[in-house]
């Protein structure tokens, strides 16, 4: 705000509190001895004005000044030839960028370099701003919902034996150690601190067979293994809950310098903010002190209005504000007002981030692995060349690469030199359309596999399939519109003989749905099916929860959603889907069993969830107002089979549901919840409703 020197004196003595200077008032009657409050230290913004009003009376203002003038020029000074002695300087992020092997990865980093006093803005409040930023990198400079990761070279790739990197960050963003690319490791520290402080990372000894150790800092949403084990991920006094599964967090860290040195230590604090301060006339007075600081405050201030702040600059911008003496509050109605609530609704529109974990290509160090002898870790034998399994080799062997091979491989695997990719692909669709595969054994195109039944129509598709882009929708279409998927599911005893395993395809087999596709028939069925496309996994039911497992118990139908979005657990699988042969999830399945065992009808009888979705159908059915039993079996056939029942099928089930309501009057019949309930039960247990033809 514009004011006159005289009001701007009168702000920083108020501010200052010039009644440091007077003598403390001591109670009578107390015993206790109150600890004096602690001296501000040389590097702390207001010890300039603490000592010009705490020092001995009897030294004259000029003294003062000119002894805080020589104690700060002789640390500046002696700081300044510490670091240039102690500490190579591998970026200040004066520009963009980071050093040679450092590799960034998300838009909080992409969007989150300052050249210095960016302001952040407070997502809530009537604060404007939450704090000034220096110049570096914050994931948190557009959105603190925008995730970044920093990953370092390996250790001993960095010059010295040390790397000091000035850090701040929080809401469960943190660093970890990584052994020759384990990126599961759990043993994160997670950051809580706002203002940027050197923090060392110093070259471990490598044992146990480990080769080299990285570096990486991230926010949550690109930590490899967060949330870790149950009590592992700690910020200062907050734990994160049992059931908490690290979802949907803000989370950031900021980057403002990073050294390579070899002395223990971190760089000095140079000290430079006070420069324009002590460069000033020596003042005679303390009122001439007074005007000193309220230039030298006024004048950082200026300087970042006009975007020219340097990082010393905004430490005491950032001070100013801390101690509420700068404006910070929007009015209502005003332009600034508006335009933070509109920064805070674009801001709170953005969605959370979804990530998934894969292998970084970039500055990658190829390297050779040891042999460890018998199979111990602390017994090195010789390195072992890098290189592909035999059968990649020969006349189309994959291209030889200076990073780890996986691209190579992958353009090797679908190129025309390897069509078998093609054709296993091919061979996968058809098994789920028809049933089984052109070559029934779909983990197994070598000499122990089975032949193909039709091996041109398998290379026919293969073909086609690689010439339509490798669309999975064209082959599919390609698939059902063929005569032999329309055909019929009647088998006459004369193909029977001639073909009995049905290699030929004489007819489309009748076929069990899978797991998942029983549990998602008796949803949609029950009009409780939720079709919504992507989100959370959902916690299966369980009648004893473990949470050092994070095996917790979920709601009984899943929330309605479809069973791809049910979480599934190596330690504790769905027990109603391991029921009807879900596959073991520790091994690769090409094919899934298929039985009929007596405890799959019991969970069909007697399963909690089969007969919630049995009471909500009928509940559904009948708030449809039928007028009779036949209307509503017509609809029940229709929803369940996918077709009408025949004249017996009529009376057969009319006589069910009369002795489930006790032969009550139709009209009575049709409101009986519990009698309809049982109907609807029933034809969860007919063959028809889990096998299709």
């Given amino acids: 705000k514009d004011s006159s020197l005289k009001e701007r004196v009168t702000l920083w003595k108020k501010a200052f509190g010039v009644e440091l200077a007077k003598p403390k008032e001591k109670k009578a009657d107390s015993k206790e001895k109150k600890a004096d409050n602690p001296k501000p230290k040389l590097h702390e913004i207001i010890h300039p004005a603490s000592r010009l009003f705490s020092d001995s009376q009897d030294k004259s203002t000029t003294d003062i000044w000119k002894k805080l003038a020589s104690e700060w020029k002789a640390a500046h000074e002696k700081h300044k030839s510490l670091n240039a002695r102690n500490f ?10 980071f050093p040679a092997g450092w590799t960034p990865e998300g838009d909080g980093l992409t969007h989150g370099y300052v050249s210095g006093g960016t302001p952040l803005i407070a997502l809530e409040g009537n604060q404007i701003i939450q704090r000034i930023l220096q110049k570096g990198y914050h994931t948190n400079a557009l959105s603190s919902k925008l995730p970044g990761a ?13 790397v000091s990197i000035q850090l701040a960050g929080g809401e469960w963003s943190g660093f970890l150690r990584i052994p020759d690319n384990a990126f599961q490791t ?61 979802f949907n967090k803000r989370s950031w860290f900021s980057l403002t310098g990073i050294v390579a040195h070899t002395e223990n230590g971190t760089p000095a604090d140079e000290l430079n903010r006070f420069a324009s301060l002590y460069s000033q006339t020596i003042p005679e007075t303390k009122e001439d002190a007074i005007k000193n600081i309220a230039h030298w405050f006024t004048e950082t201030i200026t300087k970042w209005t006009k975007g020219n702040a340097n990082s010393e600059d905004v430490k005491i911008v950032n001070w100013l504000l801390s101690q509420q003496l700068l404006d910070n509050k929007t009015l209502s109605g005003s332009q600034l007002n508006k335009l933070v609530t509109q920064y805070r609704t674009i ?8 990530t998934v974990n894969s292998m970084d290509e970039r500055n990658i160090v190829a390297i050779n692995y040891p042999l460890n002898i018998r199979g111990n870790v602390d017994e090195i034998g010789p390195e072992i060349a890098r290189d592909f399994l035999q059968v990649f080799a020969g006349e189309h062997s994959v291209n030889q690469s200076t990073g780890s091979g996986r691209l190579e491989l992958a353009n090797y695997l679908v190129s025309p030199k390897h069509p078998l990719t093609a054709r296993v692909y091919v061979n996968r669709v058809w098994q789920w359309i028809f049933g089984n ?11 122990l596999g089975i032949k193909p039944t039709h091996p041109a129509l398998l290379d026919y598709l293969a073909k086609e399939f690689i010439a339509d882009g490798w669309s999975t929708k064209r082959l599919i279409r390609r698939m059902v519109l063929s005569r032999t998927f329309r055909q019929a599911g009647i088998v006459t005893e004369n193909k029977l003989k001639l073909d009995p395993d049905n290699r030929l395809v004489h007819h489309y087999p009748t076929r069990r749905l899978g797991a998942e596709s029983i549990r998602d028939s008796l949803l949609a069925v029950s009009g409780k099916l939720n079709r ?25 139908d899943g929330n309605g959603r479809r069973s791809i979005y049910i979480k599934m657990s190596i330690m504790d699988p769905p027990k109603f889907l391991t029921g009807f042969n879900l596959p073991d999830l520790k091994l690769p399945t090409g094919k899934r069993d298929v039985t009929n065992v007596p405890t799959q009808a019991l969970i069909l009888m007697n399963n909690p969830f089969v007969i919630n979705i049995a009471e909500q159908w009928a509940d559904r059915l009948i708030k449809m107002k039928h007028e009779t039993i036949k209307n509503r079996l017509e609809v029940m056939f229709a929803e369940a089979f996918s077709r009408l029942p025949d004249e017996t099928e009529i009376l057969r089930w009319s006589d069910l549901v009369r002795d489930f309501g006790n032969n009550k009057k139709e009209s009575e019949l049709m409101n009986d919840r519990v009698a309809w309930q049982h109907v609807c039960h029933t034809i969860f247990n007919t063959k028809e409703f889990i096998y299709y033809r």
């Fill in 88 to 97: 190579q300087i591998l970026t200040d992020f004066s520009t963009p960028g």
């Fill in 150 to 162: 920093l990953r370092l070279p390996p250790e001993k790739e960095i010059s010295g034996k040390s």
């Fill in 186 to 246: 759990e043993n994160v520290i997670f950051l809580n601190q706002q203002i940027p402080t050197w923090r060392t990372f110093t070259d471990t000894v490598l044992k146990n067979g480990v080769q080299r150790k990285t570096i990486e800092i991230a926010t949550s949403d690109l930590n490899p293994n967060f949330p870790p084990r149950t009590g592992k991920a700690t910020v200062g006094k907050t734990k994160l809950p049992e059931n908490d599964f690290g």
């Fill in 347 to 354: 801001e709170n529109s953005i969605a959370f981030p979804r």
């Fill in 437 to 447: 595969g052109l070559v029934r054994t779909p983990n197994d195109f070598g000499h």
């Fill in 532 to 556: 919504q496309l992507y989100g959370k996994p959902i916690d299966t039911p369980r009648t004893k929860e473990d949470p050092a497992k994070r095996l917790f118990n979920g709601p009984l």
